[in-house]
């Protein structure tokens, strides 16, 4: 079965973005709780959430290769060197970016770097996917072919998602449920 995907819709600044910081741990909540599969994890710290977050600039680590940015979460939680080569490589494969592995993320395009982030964030198999309108600074063309390219991801690698739009369309073709802020 496909794991769900909901977008969140609204126009700017009606805290679409804040609200999926505070998911994730990085904006603290003045009222509220936030809970995952019936746990409250409101005061959990974003690193033990277990939820992988893709911000719309990438926020790519500058100087390192397009598997060392893959790979990097993975180190962090000290996964075994061959593991950490296997799931680089399959995210690779997956996210279209075979063959640029060694490349510095410097050297990318705009849409090839927003694949390095996504499999990034998808690399240690986070059990919720977080997007803040991570294809809003592409142009129109190239965001529409990563719409479909995302959507055919999340549906590879049965990742749950919220994904934060002001886009309608993008909303429409990534999402199993919209719902919409004012």
Do not use: M
């Not at 593991?83 to 494969?93: G, K, Q, V």
Request: charged share 25%; proline share 7%.
């Amino acid at each position: 079965p496909q794991a769900p995907v909901t977008a969140l819709l609204g126009p700017s600044g009606c805290g679409k973005s804040t609200l999926l910081k505070a998911i994730a741990g990085l904006v603290p909540l003045r009222d509220g709780r936030i809970a995952w599969d019936g746990t409250d994890v409101t005061s959990t710290p974003p690193h033990r959430r277990d939820f992988g977050v893709v911000f719309q600039d990438g926020q790519l680590l500058p100087g390192r290769t397009v598997a060392a940015n893959i790979g990097y979460g993975l180190k962090v939680r000290r996964w075994p060197k061959p593991d950490i080569a296997r799931r680089t490589a399959e995210l690779l494969e997956v996210t279209d970016l075979a063959g640029l592995g060694d490349r510095r993320v410097e050297e990318l395009s705009g849409g090839q770097a927003q694949r390095v982030a996504l499999a990034r964030a998808l690399a240690p198999r986070p059990r919720l996917l977080l997007l803040d309108e991570p294809l809003s600074a592409l142009d129109r063309e190239l965001r529409d072919r990563l719409i479909v390219d995302t959507a055919e991801i999340l549906r590879t690698t049965r990742t749950p998602a919220l994904l934060v739009t002001h886009d309608h369309t993008e909303a429409a073709a990534l999402a199993d449920r919209v719902a919409v802020i004012a």
